[in-house]
């Protein structure tokens, strides 16, 4: 069993920046798995916002492109999102999770992952 653990939510003013950051407690059976970031807000779906997949590819929700950025640390199987300018939609429940090898395709996919974290919140203040 993979453990996935995030951390680095906050409430943070509209304009602002902030780093999550997830780790996972030991390699999946995949040694370079692809990771990603999700959002669920209240009262929506939950939406794919920044991921690396197979050979390093990252994919941004349109929504966040620009201003957010992700990275993978392979060695140490943890990935951070550097979100600035944040705005009142970027606002929800931040969860890491983690898969196999992912193609560039389904890296937003939630349905290929397999290992999913509690959630860290962020909140955006006027």
């Known amino acids: 069993q993979v453990e996935v653990v995030e951390s680095g939510g906050a409430s943070v003013q509209a304009g602002g920046s902030l780093t999550l950051s997830c780790t996972a407690s030991?390699?999946?059976?995949?040694?370079?798995?692809?990771m990603a970031w999700f959002r669920q807000a209240p009262g929506k779906e939950r939406e794919g916002v920044a991921g690396?997949?197979?050979?390093?590819?990252?994919r941004y929700a349109d929504s966040v492109k620009g201003r957010f950025t992700v990275n993978k640390d392979n060695a140490k199987n943890t990935l951070t999102l550097q979100m600035s300018n944040l705005k009142f939609e970027d606002a929800g429940m931040y969860f890491c999770?983690?898969?196999?090898?992912?193609?560039?395709?389904?890296?937003?996919?939630?349905?290929?992952?397999?290992?999913w974290g509690q959630g860290t919140q962020v909140t955006v203040s006027s």
């Open positions: 030991r390699s999946t059976k995949n040694t370079n798995p692809g």
């Open positions: 999770a983690v898969g196999g090898e992912i193609w560039p395709n389904y890296i937003l996919d939630h349905r290929v992952y397999g290992y």
């Open positions: 690396i997949g197979r050979l390093g590819t990252t």
